[in-house]
């Protein structure tokens, strides 16, 4: 176990900013994080797991221990008539594991491909792109408890999943390390091709066969199309959360301005576009700088080569402000800000 001390955090988050942290140390099993957790330089010191980086944005240096999780391993350990079990190590880059399943004609990740990060982040974050959400296909997970070092198994309903929540995120931040995720998939495929522009590129990519791979393939080239590649220009994807809105508020706001879209959630919720509310108050692709939001994406915010953590930060902050004066409603970070 190697324990590297003043450790740049650069190439360990697709911002690429320019941090560094004053422990840190890689994992490959539960074994290693179960020894590093007894550290007496890491016991008491906070603590920051790191998969993929892609959904941090890093403010200043961080003072406590950051541990990198390569936990890997992807295997269908049960299955029966109707679904299969797929249980992944959480140090695994999520895409991997889509394309095992699509590779098994495994049904149920296909419309979540080429999100970025890692295994361990998707329940985290209750991950979900194209209608689809991690929730939708989840059997439970094992984390280790941080206080005890003891491994735990968590259903569904113990991880209280909500949009782009759980309780990992909520009461249980901090208290457990995710080490394994297992899927239940279905063997029998019922596409799901409505949301989004996933029927406009099956058609030009000429698809008249429907199958996972195809589906996969057009989620692959929407996400290529719009949403810029970290190792070209410094992102986290999509910087903040779609909101949703009371009913009432979104038959107000769609009388004022017609053309706003909205995707029904519940009987009495709406979705709006946080994308559609940015990139009418002029935002998308203004620079400051060497950061800005991108040109293609209003929901993507960029650092074009040695920006501070602490500028785009600020950025969301105008962002956020000025949707709420506009809109009256309020914008909150998908990424998770240290």
């Known amino acids: ?13 697709t911002f690429g900013i320019e941090v560094k942290a004053r422990y840190f140390a890689t994992f490959e099993n539960v074994a290693e994080l179960q020894q590093l957790l007894q550290h007496p330089e890491i016991k008491n010191a906070e603590k920051l797991i790191l998969g993929g980086g892609s959904n941090v944005l890093f403010t200043r240096n961080f003072e406590g221990a950051v541990l990198k999780n390569n936990i890997k391993g992807i295997s269908l350990i049960d299955q029966n008539e109707d679904y299969a079990f797929v249980k992944a190590g959480s140090g695994e ?29 998707a329940p985290l974050q209750n991950i979900g792109a194209y209608g689809v959400e991690l929730k939708d296909v989840f059997e439970s997970l094992e984390a280790v408890n941080v206080e005890s070092g003891q491994v735990e198994t968590f259903n569904k309903n113990a991880c209280d999943f909500g949009y782009r929540e759980s309780y990992f995120k909520k009461a249980g931040k901090g208290k457990y390390i995710i080490v394994s995720v297992t899927l239940k998939l279905r063997k029998k495929p019922e596409f799901n091709t409505s949301y989004g522009d996933i029927q406009k590129t099956l058609a030009a990519m000429e698809i008249t066969d429907l199958n996972l791979k195809a589906i996969s393939e057009a989620v692959c080239a929407i996400r290529k199309s719009k949403l810029p590649d970290p190792a070209v220009i410094g992102n986290a994807g999509s910087f903040f959360k779609n909101p949703e809105v009371d009913k009432s508020v979104f038959e107000s706001l769609k009388k004022l301005y017609p053309e706003m879209p909205g995707y029904v959630v519940s009987e009495t919720k709406i979705k709006v576009p946080a994308g559609w509310l940015i990139e009418q108050l002029g935002w998308k692709g203004k620079q400051i700088d060497n950061y800005g939001v991108h040109k293609n994406q209003a929901l993507v ?20 402000a000025s949707v709420k004066e506009k809109f009256g409603i309020e914008l909150s970070p998908e990424v998770n800000i240290h």
């Open 93 to 121: 880059v999520w895409h991997e594991m889509v394309l095992f399943c699509i590779e098994h004609g495994l049904a149920g990740v296909e419309n979540l491909s080429l999100i970025p990060g890692t295994v361990g982040a």
């Open 1 to 13: 176990m190697l324990l590297q001390e003043n450790f740049s955090l650069k190439p360990y988050n």
């Open 301 to 320: 915010l960029v650092n074009y080569g040695g920006a501070e953590g602490n500028k785009i930060k600020a950025l969301a902050h105008d962002i956020i």
